[in-house]
C-alpha cells in the first residue's frame, strides 16, 4: 500500500493500513477543500452526524471572548447539535489504544450530556467507521484537536485542527466495548495437558458478556491481535463470571482449572509483547512476559473484542501464523537489540544517541509484518480455506 492519500498522508504507514477503509477515503478527498482557513476564527474538526451515511470535515467557529483558543459553544450546539440546550459533555482521547501512544494533538469527542432515548437509532457514521463492528453510541459527535499551552505562566487549552490521522486513535477508542449481556461466539484452547488428553486443543465457545468485561477487566488483551486488526482478549474470568460461559462442561472445566493451572502455549503466543507499551523495556521485545508464563494460563476462552465471531479454525490458524511465521522474525530482532544493548556506550558517544532510534526501527519494522496482507499469504500457502472478517 505505497503512495499518497488525497489527504497528503504517506498510504505505507501503518495508521492507514489499519484505518483505509471507504469512510477513510471519503474523509481524504474531502481534505482540499478544508486544506485552508477562510477565516482565522476557525478549527478544521471532524463531524459525525447521527443519521449521515459518513464522518466529514467542517468548520468549528472559535470564542473571541478566550481569545479564539476555545470553541464557541453556542455556535456549536447551534451548528452541530440541532440547537440543543444540553451541556455538551467533553471526552479526551489522549493515547491511541493499538499503539498505546500519545496523540498528538489531541482529541476532544463533544457530544450531547442528555442521553438519547432506548429506541433511538445508533450512529451510522460511527458504525461505519469501525467496519460494522458492535458499538453503543447515539446522537451526533463532533471531534477538535487540542493542546495545552503555557501563556503568562499559566497552562491552558488551547484548541486546534484534525486531520485524517484522527480517525486513527477515534476508530480505536470506539472500538472495544462489547454490550453486556450480548452473546459472543469466541473460541477455547485448552491447556498442553488437556491437549495431550483430548486430542485437541482448540474448540467453539459461547460467552456472554458481563459488566465487567464489558468494562475492560476481565482478561488479558493481545496487542499483537489489535495491531493486526483483530481485537482478541484472553479470558480469565472469576468463579463468579464463569457464570457468562453458556458452554457446562467448558465452564465445568474452566472451574476445575481455576483451582490448579497448566501451562498453554498457544495461547502465551497471543501474548507476545511487540514493544507497543510505554513500560516494555526494549529487552523483552519479543517475548512473552514472564508473568504470563509464571500464571500459567490454563484452558481459556479468547473471544473478539469488537463482537465479531472468532471461530476455533481461524483462532488456530492465526497462533499458527505467530508461532511459524512471526517467532522466529521476532527472536531475530530480539537478538539484534540484546546485542545494541550489551554494547558499553559512553553517554556523550554518538552511538548512543543513534541507538534508541535504530531499535525503534527496528520493531516499526516488526510491527508492518503483523499485517493482515502476510496473513492471508501465509494461510494461502497452507492452502487454508478461512472466512476472514
Known sequence: MRGMCPSGEDKSIKECQIIDRPTHLALCKSFAQFKYHPRPSVRR?????????????????????????????????????????DYLWPIPVTEDLVRLKRVSPQIMLGCSSSPASFDAPLNSCITKLIGG????????????????????????????????????????????????????????????????????????????????????????????????GMPLVILTPTLKQLDGIQDPDR??????QMLQKFGNTMASLLLVDIGNRRSSPAEHFGRVPEHFLAQNLGSTVVVRKDGKTLTPAYLEAFCSWIHEDLLPKFADAHNEIMYELAKDLDDDDPKAHRRGSDLFKLRK???????????????????LKLVHN
Not at 465452564?251 to 476445575?256: A, T
Open 251 to 256: 465452564k465445568q472445566e474452566m472451574r476445575r
Open 45 to 85: 474538526a471532524i463531524y459525525f452526524p447521527a443519521q449521515g451515511s459518513e464522518p466529514k470535515f467542517v468548520w468549528l467557529e472559535m470564542d473571541k471572548r478566550y481569545a479564539y483558543r476555545h470553541p464557541d459553544l453556542a455556535a456549536m450546539r447551534k451548528t452541530f447539535f440541532a440547537n440543543s440546550k
Open 133 to 228: 463492528t458492535y458499538h453503543s453510541w447515539k446522537g451526533s459527535v463532533l471531534a477538535y484537536g487540542y493542546f495545552q499551552s503555557d501563556h503568562d505562566d499559566e497552562e491552558h487549552t488551547v484548541c486546534t485542527d484534525l486531520d485524517t490521522t484522527g480517525l486513527t486513535p477515534i476508530n480505536n477508542w470506539f472500538l472495544g466495548r462489547p454490550e453486556p449481556e450480548r452473546k459472543m461466539l469466541g473460541a477455547y484452547i485448552r491447556s498442553d495437558k488437556d491437549k495431550r488428553k483430548h486430542g485437541s486443543q482448540f474448540g467453539q465457545a459461547i460467552m456472554t458478556p458481563s459488566d465487567d468485561f464489558s468494562n475492560g477487566t476481565m482478561g488479558y488483551e493481545s496487542q499483537l491481535s489489535k495491531l493486526f
Open 365 to 383: 519494522k516488526m510491527w508492518d509484518r503483523i499485517s493482515r496482507a502476510r496473513f492471508y499469504a501465509w494461510c494461502k500457502d497452507k492452502d
